[in-house]
């Protein structure tokens, strides 16, 4: 069945970094496109980045464009999320997402001093 396992969420002080991945198995990860979304407490959930399969193009919410990268590897089924200058309104819950269709159980980051 399909699995997508998050890791890498902590928490982290204002200006710091931190890498997120994302382990894939069950599907074609290499002809999917791969997203990552986050959903801070009482809001709603929001796209953060996308990669797209075939093309790699990237598309970024404006929140985070210039701080946040996501790039894939398709040998190893994963896809990640580096994370610099995180601030505090980077808080939230991140979920990786395989064609917005499948969904990881989230990772934890917190930015806090």
């Known amino acids: 069945q399909v699995q997508l396992v998050e890791s890498g969420g902590d928490l982290v002080q204002p200006g710091g970094s931190l890498r997120l991945s994302c382990a894939a198995s069950g599907f074609s990860f290499s002809v999917s496109s791969m997203s990552w979304y986050r959903q801070a407490p009482g809001k709603e959930r929001e796209l953060v980045a996308r990669?797209?399969?075939?093309?790699?193009?990237?598309t970024y919410a404006d929140s985070v464009k210039g701080r946040f990268t996501i790039s894939r590897d398709n040998a190893k089924d994963t896809v990640y999320l580096q994370m610099n200058s995180l601030k505090p309104e980077d808080t939230a819950v991140y979920y990786c997402s395989a064609e917005g269709k499948y969904w990881g159980q989230g990772t934890q980051v917190t930015v806090s001093s």
């Open positions: 990669i797209i399969s075939f093309s790699g193009r990237k």
